[in-house]
């Protein structure tokens, strides 16, 4: 593991190694502002009195918040997009973790196999899914487009999500802990019940909440198997394409904090449980 | 196809235990749902895709089932098309390189001289633009290189031009700008998952033994962090060739990729003719996927958020 010590304090280096460091630094400088700043932008337009967002700002105002919290329209989308999301993040955790039990336990042989198969989902991109879902529903299955359709396509990729996240989790699992369960009595399924769920919680809980995000988020899936309802970013995309309306960076603000929150939830999550199965892990006597 | 795998190795007993067949099913079932959604959803959508991209469609936007390949030589008899495609692989190409090389310098940065406790902090930061929505983040671009952006704000503040100018967006600039912006913390992610494994003393040691500074990042390092690289290049060169809503959010009239183009036909209801293009992207992904399956980490990239 490489000593983390600035290697300019431990030993003789050539003459240009200070100037690399000083210019690594300042390059990372430059790429958090280019991270970060069209977000800010977003942000401080979405508090512009002005109606065509733009520099210089005009002055502070909550109208925009004001408008989008009278949207109707806005209000539905939302609405639906919080429905689907629901229901997306229970079925996906519930499907995703059981698939991952048996990726993991289960013998299957040619695990890489199964690995690549279950991050195709993942890498192949959105419009391709989008548009084999829509022939497959619109033409084969001959189903009305719907927010059930919707939710379909958001599984095909938050499952394999689910499925990685906690098959990453039980992989790391100390089955030591479970065979103690079991010398002291315990049938299979109250060991999984006691021992081992609780310990993979946290990565179950991730994964739900990463679910959320990605299906509340999701725009190309979303664009071609929705129906007459609108989600909130297709109903966002469509204000786009009618031209710039300041509203839409308030949308965007709020749903960046919300994002933000229900990911810093998660990672709290995962830190969490990381550090208790550390504990759990020296505190046994090392063999 | 590859689900076949799972299901045919399924079947096979596991290590030195022998269970009855009914037991083997009962251990698997749970597995049934995400198989169902897997096929049901991904594989069975996609296979019908193919199959319609044989077909074709009449006059009067009905498909008929007639198989040939015409929406595959329609395809590359059309210049028009056959320059799009050949432009989303130039972009993907140059922006998979940009993002390669100014992640790189950050990744290198963090694992070399920033305590990691810092250096996960940092990485959480440049993670967190990768987690908020992907269409707001395109979108978020205009405040800067739109019409009333900040760019010709500026600009005319300082007297340089009287008008804004559409020079900085609608264009095949500003969608590569877009483009590297939306994909770089896939890259700086997965090289520095590969960088923070890498032992840097190494690199001192191939110096003590003679090797100059920039032998010793071709010899040592390069090699070391190659999965880091090609995971990275995977994250950034495949969804490009899926990028859609880039090229109408900020490219130019001129400016559209090879997914608009399915986009397109789809929204003209000629879905065989969408299909074969969409299946030539899906069968080029699928490709790179298997071809670099050893190297890929896809847990660096998303176990982490």
């Known amino acids: 593991m490489a000593n983390r010590v600035d290697p300019l304090e431990t030993m003789p280096v050539s003459r240009y190694a200070r100037s690399v460091s000083r210019g690594l630094r300042l390059w990372f400088g430059l790429m958090m502002v280019f991270l970060y700043v069209p977000i800010l932008f977003m942000i401080v337009f979405s508090f512009d009195e002005s109606r065509t967002p733009g520099l210089p700002i005009t002055g502070f105002t909550l109208k925009w918040y004001e408008v989008m919290l009278g949207n109707r329209v806005l209000l539905r989308a939302l609405g639906n997009s919080l429905t689907v999301a629901a229901i997306v993040a229970v079925l996906a955790t519930t499907i995703g973790t059981m698939a991952a039990f048996v990726l993991v336990r289960g013998g299957i042989r040619r695990r890489n196999a199964a690995r690549i198969v279950f991050t195709m989902p993942i890498m192949v991109p959105g419009v391709l899914i989008g548009v084999a879902l829509l022939i497959y529903f619109a033409r084969v299955l001959h189903m009305p487009l719907s927010l059930v359709t919707v939710v379909a396509g958001h599984l095909t990729f938050t499952v394999p999500f689910v499925v990685l996240i906690v098959a990453a989790r039980l992989q790391g699992f100390d089955r030591a802990l479970e065979w103690a369960a079991a010398d002291l009595g315990a049938s299979p399924r109250r060991a999984i019940r006691h021992i081992v769920l609780p310990l993979i919680a946290p990565a179950i809980l991730a994964g739900a909440l990463i679910s959320v995000t990605l299906s509340i988020d999701e725009f190309v899936i979303t664009w071609f198997t929705v129906g007459a309802q609108a989600t909130l970013p297709t109903y966002i995309y469509t204000q786009i394409k009618f031209g710039v309306t300041p509203e839409v960076n308030a949308v965007a603000t709020v749903l960046l904090g919300v994002t933000l929150a229900f990911l810093g939830v998660a990672a709290l999550i995962l830190s969490r449980g990381r550090a208790l199965s550390g504990r759990l892990r020296r505190r046994r006597p090392t063999a | ?305």
């Open chain 2, 1 to 305: 196809m590859s689900a076949e795998i799972v299901g045919g190795a399924a079947v096979a007993p596991p290590t030195t235990m022998t269970i009855g067949r009914g037991a083997r099913l009962r251990q698997l079932a749970p597995f049934l749902p995400a198989g169902v959604i897997l096929i049901g959803l991904f594989f069975a959508p996609l296979a019908l895709m193919l199959v319609f991209s044989f077909w074709q469609t009449n006059e009067k936007l009905d498909i008929v089932a007639t198989w040939s390949l015409q929406n595959y030589a329609n395809f590359f008899d059309n210049p028009t098309y056959v320059r799009t495609l050949a432009k989303t692989i130039i972009i993907g190409a140059g922006a998979t390189v940009a993002c390669l090389l100014m992640a790189f310098a950050i990744a290198y940065f963090l694992a070399r001289y920033v305590p990691r406790r810092w250096a996960t902090i940092a990485l959480l930061a440049i993670v967190v633009p990768f987690w908020t929505s992907y269409l707001l983040r395109v979108y978020s671009w205009q405040a800067i290189l739109g019409e009333f952006g900040a760019i010709n704000q500026v600009l005319m503040g300082l007297g340089l031009i009287s008008e804004p100018s559409r020079l900085f967006v609608y264009n095949d600039a500003s969608t590569f700008i877009v483009l590297v912006y939306v994909y770089l913390p896939f890259a700086a992610l997965a090289l520095y998952a590969s960088l923070e494994r890498f032992d840097f003393t190494q690199l001192t040691a191939a110096q003590d033994l003679g090797a100059r500074p920039d032998q010793a990042f071709r010899h040592i390092l390069l090699p070391q962090i190659r999965p880091g690289i090609i995971t990275a290049c995977i994250f950034v060169f495949i969804p490009i060739l899926g990028e859609f809503l880039t090229p109408i959010m900020v490219g130019g009239a001129n400016g559209l990729l090879i997914a608009n183009l399915v986009s397109n036909f789809f929204r003209n209801a000629l879905i065989p003719e969408g299909a074969a293009v969409a299946f030539m992207i899906a069968a080029l992904v699928t490709l790179l996927l298997i071809v670099f399956r050893r190297y890929l980490q896809i847990e660096d990239v998303v176990a982490r958020g």
